[in-house]
């Protein structure tokens, strides 16, 4: 009897860590099972706050990489050596120990060259999947500069890991279209979009009366963010529309739900428009507590900036929000266009432009059905189109190409 494929996966960081990048990783892994696939785990040394080499975590269990040692792990840029040293040295050794079929490192590029020469030493095919270029990240962040130094020796590694490697996942064609663009084969280049489960996503209740009330928003109509509050999001733009939403329509409000870097640079934004009264800063919330603010929101707004990292990457919340049936209007960058169909299963906006977006989402509001129908449309999406089995089924391609057969 033929066994089961193995794969040892090697992440950045895992569950009980919560993130996007945790939660696809766990949904991957889970599907594969399903698939009747061996699947280990190997966290990278950025497994914060991890002392132990093997942990329980979401029903899963992780294999840890130590901390790397020495002066190296202390170095600006020198540490990203110590610490691809330090994932090669715990990965070697337990695949000698596991023995899999195909090594599967998920970005960052500090995942893959691990992955490669251990692959080489032990002649075991190398998959690497990208989630995000970390280098445009970065930038927003505030990390790095666009085409500095080190922005430059990132792209240019994450250039050479593509190529050595003997399959490429992206998670979907914006990401893809670059690295064809530098030269990789568009045949060697698989998609495992984004998805949900639907399972864990129910359509919503209805605002929570109480809850409403404790906010302010009894007889007002709210447009909604939840999530982190990095500058490519574009909550900035939201703050700025403000002014212009209310001139429409007096008892629109503003509930952004989560924090991050740009947080105090919205509140000082609302405070110099005057609509500080107008815009609910709630804060992080318990997991457990999130669709309590989300069943509130009448529209969700995501109106990212245009930059490369928004034109090349989907994002997981407006797959999100259509899972659970609500109303949603974008910017009309890349990421988003892949996702939704404007006046079938959300509305795009033109990136940049606050009138276009007060006044789309205005019209939003005032629907005759109140968006029934589009609801409809975004939950029939991810149901048919974004549900993890059918997105993971597209590694059996990719794995099959990697091993020279089919699975």
């Known amino acids: 009897m033929t066994r089961p494929v193995r794969i040892l996966h090697i992440f950045d960081h895992s569950l009980p860590l919560h993130s996007g990048y945790t939660f696809r990783s766990a949904n991957i892994l889970r599907e594969q099972r399903k698939l009747g696939w061996e699947t280990f785990h190997l966290t990278s040394p950025k497994q914060m706050k991890c002392d132990a080499l093997e942990e329980e975590a979401g029903g899963l269990h992780f294999y840890r990489t ?12 020198a540490n990203q050596w110590a610490l691809m040293h ?10 000698q120990e596991l023995k899999p079929d195909i090594l599967h490192a998920h970005s960052p590029v500090l995942n893959a060259f691990p992955a490669l020469h251990v692959g080489r030493r032990l002649g075991i095919p190398v998959v690497y999947e990208i989630r995000a270029f970390w280098e445009d990240a970065a930038v927003d962040h505030g990390t790095q500069k666009e085409d500095g130094l080190r922005y430059r020796l990132t792209r240019a590694m994450e250039t050479r890991a593509v190529k050595a490697v003997d399959q490429v996942v992206t998670i979907c064609q914006g990401l893809r279209g670059d690295l064809i663009s530098r030269g990789v084969p568009s045949g060697k280049i698989g998609v495992v979009p984004n998805a949900v489960d639907i399972e864990q996503f129910h359509l919503s209740a209805g605002p929570d009366s109480a809850l409403k009330e404790q906010l302010g928003f009894s007889g007002c109509r709210v447009i909604g963010f939840l999530g982190s509050f990095y500058a490519y999001e574009g909550l900035d733009l939201l703050i700025a529309a403000v002014p212009e939403l209310l001139a429409s329509d007096p008892q629109i409000r503003i509930l952004l739900v989560g924090g991050g870097p740009q947080e105090d640079n919205l509140k000082a934004q609302a405070k110099a428009l005057g609509v500080t009264d107008k815009i609910v800063f709630v804060g992080r919330v318990p997991h457990g507590e999130v669709s309590r603010y989300y069943d509130l929101v009448d529209l969700l707004a995501y109106p990212r900036h245009a930059m490369r990292l928004t034109e090349l990457v989907t994002p997981l919340k407006p797959l999100e929000a259509m899972a659970q049936g609500h109303l949603l209007i974008a910017s009309d960058v890349g990421g988003h266009k892949e996702l939704i169909k404007d006046g079938i299963t959300g509305f795009l906006f033109r990136a940049e432009d606050q009138n276009d977006f007060a006044h789309k989402a205005v019209n939003a509001l005032n629907l005759a059905d109140k968006g029934a129908a589009i609801k409809a449309n975004g939950r029939q999406f991810v149901e048919q189109e974004r549900n993890w089995s059918r997105s993971v089924a597209n590694y059996k391609i990719i794995y099959g190409t990697a091993l020279g057969r089919s699975l």
């Not at 130590?66 to 840029?77: A, I, S, T």
């Not at 330090?86 to 695949?95: G, M, P, S």
């Open 66 to 77: 130590p901390q790397p040692q020495g002066v190296l792990g202390k170095l600006p840029m």
């Open 86 to 95: 330090a994932t090669e040295n715990r990965l070697f050794k337990l695949a």
